[in-house]
């Protein structure tokens, strides 16, 4: 179990080193012990989706590890988080953004958010529209959160074996984060990273111009 954690790593590694992707393992539902196997074997960004389960982790573990949120985030547990969070990847509403900025100020921090956009035809996921996201940039309650950065955007594909249908998703979002990152730069806002590919179509995103994969399964073995 440990030592294919090993092998997968290496497998997944040589896939990444062409790119400029950044890779972070998603930790979720995986014990501690898995955890400290992984830091052991060089991995310091972990993706969880529960907050609980990410407090109780970044307590028991080094903290010379980024912690990334990557699942849906309930307002009323944004302050678990905001005194050691990394990157939250699934910002997805000004009020879910104000209370962030709200809570990271208690702690003196300033949080790098991704904003999460809505890229799969075929299901229901979360995330917003275009015009969701306009709205969010353009507005000016946004200006004055000293204590946020937006970083970039974060997209999940389909979850098909159509390669064209995801290789089409993770195009549309890559061009919208080339838009943005021209048109949006201030105080807050910078838009350098791009979030998008998992275990089954990481290695598309990274064609399409990823920085930043999320990967469990294909590191850590199936969860339960
Ligand atoms: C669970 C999860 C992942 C990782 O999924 P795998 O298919 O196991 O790699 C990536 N992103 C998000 C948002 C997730 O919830």
């Known amino acids: ?66 912690w990334h949120m990557i699942g849906h985030l309930q307002t009323n547990k944004v302050k678990y988080i905001t005194h050691f969070v990394h990157l939250i990847h699934s910002v997805d509403s000004l009020k879910l953004l104000a209370e962030i900025n709200k809570q990271s100020a208690k702690s003196n921090r300033i949080v790098n958010c991704l904003l999460q956009v809505f890229i799969a035809t075929e299901e229901t996921k979360f995330g917003m529209d275009e015009v969701e996201l306009l709205e969010i940039l353009e507005s000016d309650e946004l200006k004055a959160m000293e204590n946020i950065n937006i970083v970039g955007l974060m997209g999940m594909a389909s979850n098909t074996l159509d390669t064209n249908k995801i290789v089409a998703e993770f195009k549309n979002l890559k061009a919208l984060f080339d838009i943005l990152r021209i048109k949006y730069k201030t105080n807050n806002i910078a838009f350098t990273e791009l979030s998008m590919g998992m275990s089954g179509d990481f290695e598309l995103a990274i064609a399409q111009g990823s920085t930043m994969v999320r990967v469990g399964s294909a590191l850590f073995g199936d969860r339960n």
């Open 1 to 66: 179990m440990i030592k294919s954690i090993d092998e997968n790593l290496e497998i997944i590694n040589n896939k990444l080193a062409d790119s400029n992707a950044k890779l972070v393992a998603v930790t979720k539902t995986k014990p501690i012990k898995v955890l400290e196997h992984a830091y052991k074997i060089g991995l310091r960004r972990f993706g969880e989706n529960k907050v609980q389960e990410m407090v109780e982790k970044y307590e028991a573990l080094p903290k010379d590890i980024e």
